[in-house]
């Protein structure tokens, strides 16, 4: 029991009660992240396999998600799932960041700890794609 | 207290707590998916501005969730954030869905109601991109 209010206190305390709701209309375990702003950020770096520029975009990843407006994140490599065509495991890195509106991804755009990302390690990628999604 | 007594209801019912944890060495009050595999899948159907096709689409992405070892789901369209050469607006729909383990992402390949998906639908689309994600 102790796990379990230690669980349920930790995410009452870091996720706003506004995009977490059941998965609409199922019968499914799953929870929806109704109204939130999904911001999927893919970086293929230069040198993918240079232990040094790992570690360090690792760490700045890391510090990326100071911003305050963030609700749910991870940072990611590619998953060993099947190679499929429509698959692409070719990025070295990805990041995931939730938020409650589009004004809070609007504020991270001009966060100083995401300027200071991008201006500290924009030399170390060769390509970045984003998407940034909201409910249908 | 009724709301924040039902919202963490839901999410103790809904979550696994293996995935949810502080985001990592950080001072954020936002939470990281440790642990978890993000699948995400962007969809570019054939005709996008055709109401009757969204409507079927998205009936069966809402459908879709009703894969049991779905713990965390998104179905999105672009959002209206700032036009920048990195960020793709140019996909039709979004589906991000967050699973406890690779081996809960393979049973989903093969669930009933993904081939039902894919079977029913795959007319729909003439582009498809998934990326599936685990922890640094």
Do not use: C
């Not at 009660?17 to 209309?25: E, F, K, Q, S, Y």
């Not at 999927?40 to 790992?54: A, D, I, M, S, T």
């Not at 939730?98 to 700890?113: C, G, I, L, N």
């Amino acid at each position: 029991m102790k796990n379990r209010r230690s669980f349920i206190q930790k995410i009452a305390a870091g996720l706003s009660a506004a995009i977490l709701v059941p998965a609409a209309a199922t019968a499914s375990p799953g929870v929806g992240l109704s109204g939130a702003l999904i911001h999927h950020v893919f970086f293929w770096l230069k040198e993918p396999g240079n232990p040094q520029v790992r570690k360090q975009f690792e760490a700045a990843l890391k510090k990326l998600l100071k911003v305050k407006t963030i609700r749910i994140s991870h940072v990611g490599v590619p998953a060993s799932t099947e190679s499929r065509d429509v698959v692409d495991h070719s990025y070295s890195y990805s990041l995931m960041v939730v938020f409650d509106s589009k004004e809070d991804q609007d504020s991270y755009q001009v966060d100083p700890f995401h300027q200071a990302f991008v201006t500290e390690n924009n030399h170390l990628w060769n390509k970045v794609v984003v998407y940034d999604s909201v409910d249908v």
